[in-house]
């Protein structure tokens, strides 16, 4: 009885371990041409987007099905509709700045008929007014008249 019972227990997890080796990914049927974007030092309440650029690259029409972000403050905005085999579309990341300090926020791409999603990623440093005005000032560089 008990070898019945490892036999059968190994195969089950055989199985289970070759399930996941098949598991299809979002990066599968979507490529996307960055997967991270740095906003850099971005002033304290003046919200910011990024356009994340990807390709259909499967042999069919994908639809994004959700974009889910890691929290309120992002906002991601993803096509409606099918996307046709070979043709670019994005999802847009929206981010309110509302709180100081260095963020890293992600939004969950899932596309419809793909077991793993994809993760896009922003982050950045928002600064108050004042330390905002402060670094302009110190990366602005003087022209030299004539040049």
């Known amino acids: 009885m008990k070898k019945l019972f490892l036999l059968a227990s190994a195969a089950f997890l055989t199985i289970g371990v070759f399930a996941q080796d098949q598991a299809k990914k979002a990066e599968d049927v979507v490529k996307f041409k960055e997967l991270t974007y740095d906003f850099g030092k971005i002033k304290q309440g003046s919200p910011v987007t990024h356009n994340f650029v990807f390709t259909n690259i499967s ?16 906002t991601p905005v993803k096509p409606e509709g099918a996307i046709p085999q070979g043709k670019d579309d994005k999802i847009q990341a929206g981010f309110n700045a509302a709180n100081v300090g260095p963020f890293n926020k992600s939004i969950t791409i899932k596309v419809a008929g793909v077991d793993l999603p994809v ?21 602005t560089k003087p022209t030299t008249p004539g040049r």
């Open 59 to 74: 042999n069919s029409p994908v639809i994004i099905e959700s974009a889910v972000p890691s929290c309120g403050c992002t």
């Open 119 to 139: 993760q896009l990623k922003i982050t950045g440093e928002v600064l108050t007014t004042d330390a905002y005005a402060k670094y302009q000032a110190g990366n």
